[in-house]
């Protein structure tokens, strides 16, 4: 059973910060790219930014300079580093890891696995 569990959401004012942390859990071998996603009620989801398992990174437009995604490999963590926040920033943000881990018992295979998703509020 693995799987990502997100934390680190929640109600801030704009110009705060928020850090969001993606912990995959079970059998895991290798942690391949990892990223972020959000989706606003009624909308459509949009990448955040990623991350690859050399470091290497991408991020939005709208988020690139406020937004930092980092890991850490011997805890099979990703974050996300929130400053500047705006309310447009509002939305349930989604951890996306590509990973290679237990399928069945004995058995390892590739797996794209999406976090339970964390509200994050920026109010004015």
């Known amino acids: 059973q693995v799987q990502l569990v997100e934390s680190g959401g929640g109600l801030v004012q704009a110009g705060g910060s928020l850090r969001l942390s993606c912990a995959a859990s079970?059998?895991?071998?290798?942690?391949?790219?990892m990223g972020w996603f959000r989706q606003a009620p009624g909308k459509q989801r949009e990448l955040v930014a990623a991350i690859t398992s050399g470091g290497s990174t991408n991020y939005a437009d709208s988020v690139k300079d406020r937004f930092t995604i980092s890991r850490d490999n011997a805890k099979n963590t990703v974050y996300l580093q929130m400053d500047s926040l705006k309310p447009e920033d509002t939305a349930v943000y989604y951890c996306?890891?590509?990973?290679?881990?237990?399928?069945?018992?004995?058995?390892?295979?590739?797996?794209?696995?999406w976090g339970q998703g964390t509200l994050v509020t920026v109010s004015s």
């Open positions: 996306y890891g590509n990973l290679v881990g237990a399928t069945t018992p004995g058995k390892y295979g590739n797996l794209e696995l």
């Open positions: 079970g059998r895991i071998a290798t942690i391949n790219n």
